[in-house]
């Protein structure tokens, strides 16, 4: 697996986060753009860029599975955007309200992306408290 910049390395950690199977429904599709265009590393991407990018990467997580394709996004993701990353999985993830595997899943991913659990905590919290309105 080649190394992924740092917008397909944040595309994998959302896309990882609502559709772990690599499928995709549309809202997700749309809620992923959402989240990933308000990013710095996605200023250069057109709405097609970021489409043909999340196609390519849930074509190969359907093809592959999943793991693979995340250690390559973990390793090639700066230290400094991890929590980032996190925060918009959460986002993603916690949409439509919070279930008890997905906060196992979350802890999951923060600890995967070697995240402190405090921070992984509060950003969880964070999340919580967005969603709830």
Do not use: W
């Given at each position: 697996?080649?190394?992924?910049?740092?917008?397909?390395?944040?595309?994998?950690?959302?896309?990882?986060?609502?559709?772990?199977?690599?499928?995709?429904?549309?809202?997700?599709?749309?809620?992923?753009?959402?989240?990933?265009?308000?990013?710095?590393?996605?200023?250069?991407?057109?709405?097609?860029?970021?489409?043909?990018?999340?196609?390519?990467?849930?074509?190969?997580?359907?093809?592959?599975?999943?793991?693979?394709?995340?250690?390559?996004?973990?390793?090639?993701?700066?230290?400094?955007?991890?929590?980032?990353?996190?925060?918009?999985?959460?986002?993603?993830?916690?949409?439509?309200?919070?279930?008890?595997?997905?906060?196992?899943?979350?802890?999951?991913?923060?600890?995967?992306?070697?995240?402190?659990?405090?921070?992984?905590q509060k950003i969880?919290?964070?999340?919580?408290?967005?969603?709830?309105?």
């Amino acid at each position: 697996q080649n190394a992924l910049t740092a917008a397909e390395a944040f595309a994998v950690i959302a896309l990882i986060a609502v559709a772990p199977d690599g499928n995709l429904s549309q809202k997700q599709a749309s809620d992923i753009y959402r989240d990933l265009s308000n990013l710095k590393v996605f200023n250069r991407h057109s709405k097609d860029d970021m489409q043909s990018m999340v196609e390519e990467l849930s074509g190969i997580i359907r093809h592959e599975g999943v793991n693979s394709l995340f250690d390559a996004a973990k390793d090639s993701m700066q230290e400094d955007l991890r929590e980032t990353a996190f925060a918009i999985a959460t986002d993603l993830v916690l949409a439509d309200g919070i279930l008890t595997e997905e906060q196992d899943f979350l802890t999951e991913l923060y600890q995967a992306l070697r995240i402190r659990s405090e921070i992984g905590q509060k950003i969880i919290e964070v999340m919580i408290v967005k969603n709830r309105g």
